[in-house]
Protein backbone atom coordinates (compact mmCIF):
# COMPACT_ATOMS: atom_id res chain seq x y z
CA UNK A 1 0.00 0.00 0.00
CA UNK A 2 3.31 2.58 0.99
CA UNK A 3 4.52 1.77 -2.94
CA UNK A 4 0.96 2.67 -4.31
CA UNK A 5 0.97 5.69 -2.09
CA UNK A 6 4.67 7.13 -3.69
CA UNK A 7 3.65 6.30 -6.84
CA UNK A 8 0.46 8.28 -6.72
CA UNK A 9 2.39 11.40 -4.80
CA UNK A 10 4.71 10.93 -7.50
CA UNK A 11 2.98 11.71 -10.17
CA UNK A 12 1.02 14.59 -8.60
CA UNK A 13 4.33 16.24 -8.42
CA UNK A 14 5.10 15.92 -11.56
CA UNK A 15 1.46 16.66 -13.13
CA UNK A 16 1.76 19.80 -11.18
CA UNK A 17 4.55 21.30 -13.82
CA UNK A 18 3.26 22.08 -17.85
CA UNK A 19 5.63 20.02 -19.11
CA UNK A 20 4.59 17.05 -16.86
CA UNK A 21 1.09 17.39 -17.68
CA UNK A 22 1.99 18.01 -21.58
CA UNK A 23 4.07 14.38 -21.49
CA UNK A 24 1.22 12.77 -19.72
CA UNK A 25 -1.56 13.98 -22.55
CA UNK A 26 0.95 12.40 -25.26
CA UNK A 27 1.52 8.89 -23.17
CA UNK A 28 -2.33 8.96 -23.21
CA UNK A 29 -2.66 9.75 -26.77
CA UNK A 30 -0.44 7.06 -27.80
CA UNK A 31 -1.63 4.37 -25.62
CA UNK A 32 -4.96 4.54 -27.55
CA UNK A 33 -3.46 4.06 -30.81
CA UNK A 34 -2.24 0.86 -30.21
CA UNK A 35 -3.45 -2.28 -32.23
CA UNK A 36 -2.41 -4.42 -34.82
CA UNK A 37 0.21 -3.61 -37.05
CA UNK A 38 1.21 -4.91 -41.13
CA UNK A 39 1.84 -8.23 -40.63
CA UNK A 40 -1.38 -8.85 -38.04
CA UNK A 41 -3.57 -7.71 -40.47
CA UNK A 42 -2.37 -9.25 -43.46
CA UNK A 43 -2.73 -12.33 -41.70
CA UNK A 44 -5.83 -11.26 -40.42
CA UNK A 45 -6.88 -10.58 -44.55
CA UNK A 46 -5.16 -13.85 -45.78
CA UNK A 47 -7.29 -15.80 -42.89
CA UNK A 48 -10.41 -14.95 -44.67
CA UNK A 49 -9.85 -15.96 -48.21
CA UNK A 50 -10.49 -19.17 -49.23
CA UNK A 51 -7.91 -21.94 -50.29
CA UNK A 52 -6.87 -22.35 -53.83
CA UNK A 53 -8.20 -18.48 -54.29
CA UNK A 54 -5.46 -16.53 -56.35
CA UNK A 55 -4.06 -13.64 -54.18
CA UNK A 56 -3.83 -10.78 -56.63
CA UNK A 57 -2.39 -7.80 -55.48
CA UNK A 58 -2.16 -6.86 -51.57
CA UNK A 59 -1.71 -3.37 -50.29
CA UNK A 60 -1.68 -1.73 -47.01
CA UNK A 61 -3.30 1.67 -46.60
CA UNK A 62 -4.67 4.13 -44.05
CA UNK A 63 -8.03 3.69 -43.47
CA UNK A 64 -8.44 4.96 -39.85
CA UNK A 65 -7.99 8.14 -39.18
CA UNK A 66 -4.95 9.02 -36.20
CA UNK A 67 -4.19 5.44 -35.93
CA UNK A 68 -0.31 4.05 -37.04
CA UNK A 69 0.38 3.62 -40.84
CA UNK A 70 -0.95 1.15 -42.36
CA UNK A 71 -4.02 0.85 -39.85
CA UNK A 72 -5.61 -1.56 -42.91
CA UNK A 73 -5.19 -4.04 -45.52
CA UNK A 74 -6.71 -4.94 -49.20
CA UNK A 75 -6.68 -7.81 -50.66
CA UNK A 76 -7.83 -8.60 -54.03
CA UNK A 77 -8.36 -11.91 -55.23
CA UNK A 78 -10.23 -14.59 -57.23
CA UNK A 79 -11.68 -17.95 -55.85
CA UNK A 80 -11.57 -20.94 -56.92
CA UNK A 81 -15.13 -21.20 -56.66
CA UNK A 82 -17.15 -19.46 -59.69
CA UNK A 83 -20.74 -19.19 -58.40
CA UNK A 84 -21.02 -15.90 -56.07
CA UNK A 85 -23.32 -18.63 -53.70
CA UNK A 86 -20.29 -21.24 -53.74
CA UNK A 87 -17.76 -17.92 -53.06
CA UNK A 88 -19.61 -16.70 -50.51
CA UNK A 89 -20.49 -20.00 -48.95
CA UNK A 90 -16.43 -21.21 -49.23
CA UNK A 91 -15.61 -17.62 -47.60
CA UNK A 92 -17.53 -17.72 -44.64
CA UNK A 93 -16.81 -21.39 -43.60
CA UNK A 94 -12.98 -20.44 -44.34
CA UNK A 95 -13.66 -17.25 -41.90
CA UNK A 96 -15.66 -19.17 -39.56
CA UNK A 97 -12.66 -21.96 -39.46
CA UNK A 98 -10.22 -18.97 -38.27
CA UNK A 99 -12.23 -17.58 -35.82
CA UNK A 100 -14.05 -14.80 -37.66
CA UNK A 101 -17.71 -13.96 -36.50
CA UNK A 102 -19.85 -13.09 -39.15
CA UNK A 103 -21.88 -9.60 -38.51
CA UNK A 104 -23.73 -9.30 -41.95
CA UNK A 105 -24.41 -10.38 -44.76
CA UNK A 106 -25.97 -7.60 -47.39
CA UNK A 107 -27.14 -9.32 -50.99
CA UNK A 108 -26.74 -6.39 -53.87
CA UNK A 109 -27.39 -5.87 -57.48
CA UNK A 110 -23.25 -6.04 -58.13
CA UNK A 111 -22.74 -9.00 -55.80
CA UNK A 112 -22.51 -9.91 -51.94
CA UNK A 113 -21.13 -7.67 -49.19
CA UNK A 114 -19.90 -9.33 -45.86
CA UNK A 115 -18.54 -8.13 -42.51
CA UNK A 116 -17.11 -10.07 -40.14
CA UNK A 117 -14.77 -9.58 -36.79
CA UNK A 118 -12.25 -11.28 -34.71
CA UNK A 119 -10.28 -10.06 -31.50
CA UNK A 120 -9.08 -6.13 -32.87
CA UNK A 121 -9.94 -6.71 -36.02
CA UNK A 122 -12.69 -5.75 -38.46
CA UNK A 123 -13.48 -7.26 -41.86
CA UNK A 124 -15.39 -6.12 -45.23
CA UNK A 125 -15.83 -8.42 -47.67
CA UNK A 126 -16.78 -7.45 -51.14
CA UNK A 127 -17.80 -11.02 -54.03
CA UNK A 128 -19.03 -9.77 -57.27
CA UNK A 129 -21.24 -10.95 -58.95
CA UNK A 130 -21.10 -14.16 -61.06
CA UNK A 131 -20.26 -13.04 -64.36
CA UNK A 132 -17.65 -10.67 -63.21
CA UNK A 133 -16.02 -13.10 -61.10
CA UNK A 134 -16.32 -15.65 -63.75
CA UNK A 135 -14.63 -13.75 -66.77
CA UNK A 136 -11.80 -12.61 -63.61
CA UNK A 137 -9.59 -15.62 -63.96
CA UNK A 138 -8.57 -14.75 -67.70
CA UNK A 139 -7.57 -11.49 -67.62
CA UNK A 140 -6.74 -11.02 -64.09
CA UNK A 141 -7.85 -7.50 -63.39
CA UNK A 142 -8.30 -6.34 -60.06
CA UNK A 143 -11.61 -4.67 -61.37
CA UNK A 144 -13.51 -7.94 -61.73
CA UNK A 145 -11.72 -9.44 -58.51
CA UNK A 146 -13.33 -10.03 -54.70
CA UNK A 147 -11.55 -7.78 -52.32
CA UNK A 148 -10.87 -8.13 -48.65
CA UNK A 149 -10.41 -5.44 -46.88
CA UNK A 150 -8.93 -6.10 -43.31
CA UNK A 151 -8.57 -2.84 -40.26
CA UNK A 152 -7.99 -2.35 -36.90
CA UNK A 153 -9.64 -1.96 -34.19
CA UNK A 154 -7.38 1.22 -32.70
CA UNK A 155 -9.91 2.94 -29.97
CA UNK A 156 -9.57 6.33 -31.54
Not at 104 to 111: Q, W
Request: hydrophobic letters at 40%.
Amino acid sequence: MHRVSTVIAALKRFTNSTQGLGAIIVLVALAGCGGPREEELRVGALSLIPPQSAILKEHPGDCVELAPSPSCIRVHFVAAQVGLEQRTAALIETATQSGWVLDSRELLPGGTDLRFHREDLKAFVSLETHDQAERCPADSTLECADTVIVEGDYGV
